[in-house]
DNA sequence: GAGATCCTGTTATAATGTAACAACGAGAGC
DNA sequence: GCTCTCGTTGTTACATTATAACAGGATCTC
């Protein structure tokens, strides 16, 4: 898995892609991807960020696509439960995930300076926190990771 | 490091040499450990789970320590900022440290059905996580890593 | 065409978090 | 003592994030 999301990349593609996918996904699954709730994924993909609810909410409502805050986040609940979307939890925001059908534990790279978001992949199994659960006897279900600091572009800013 | 908070232990003295560690490292970093301050991690210490800014604000409102929200989140922020307490973000909640003092990168372990919260050391610093961001360009400065799942407690009452 | 199920629309409200400003108190320097 | 500064407190008002609850519509099944 790569760290996409401070690189440059076919952005149109990109969202065709992942689109595609996602159609291909719920009609294998009985899933219905409705259009708020695609509209919504591709407002996520386009942006390529973590955007908060009122903030895509905002986008539909100009659109005719819903006015009230349910709208938003009954179709970000349908994205994040069915592995479409990621919430991350430290921005109280949502971002589309980079690889969705893979089973995955993301983990996230958040800049605090321009606030762009990277899916990576989580620590396999990971090591240390795996064992410490084991040893208390707590089951992992979920496992959020998400790191701040400074993306390539910000750095040098940050610098001054 | 161990993992308690799924464990009984003597809670008041837990709880007396938190606070006095707090005294300590305050008067010797010149910090202020007011009243207020003082009173909220020894609220978090008590209850030893993760707690909502409010539910804490009521308490001391009941005991005149303060009635409006930023009395609640000065003191949090301060407790937090210098290592004394920690924000679970998949709460939007706060628990007092385990091990104050110590430079630390936390994780928790947080029980889905009684919410209870156990602090842990975070993986270290040579894990895929940094490999990938030091790969990508990236800084990480603070890390949050939260697994949520069944404390041995719950684990068999889920079952059924 | 009756019932089940899932999705949508809407109202209302809950829960979480901050900006901004006035006032207070303790210590430093004169 | 005086006053300046700085960190803390008290308060008002508001911003942001999230959910409960219920009515209506679309579709599918039997």
Known sequence: MDTIGFAKHDHAACIQTAIATARDQCSANGLQLTPARERVLEILLSEHRAM??????????????????????????????????????????FVACNHPGQDHAPAFLICRICGSVAETAAVPKDSLLGDTARAAGFVIEKVVIEAEGLCPNCRGKAAA
């Open 52 to 93: 908060g609810a009122y903030e895509i909410l905002e986008i539909l409502r100009n659109e005719g696509l819903g006015s009230q805050p349910p709208v938003a986040y009954r179709a970000l609940d349908f994205l994040v439960s069915h592995g479409f979307a990621h919430k991350v939890e430290k921005l109280n925001a």
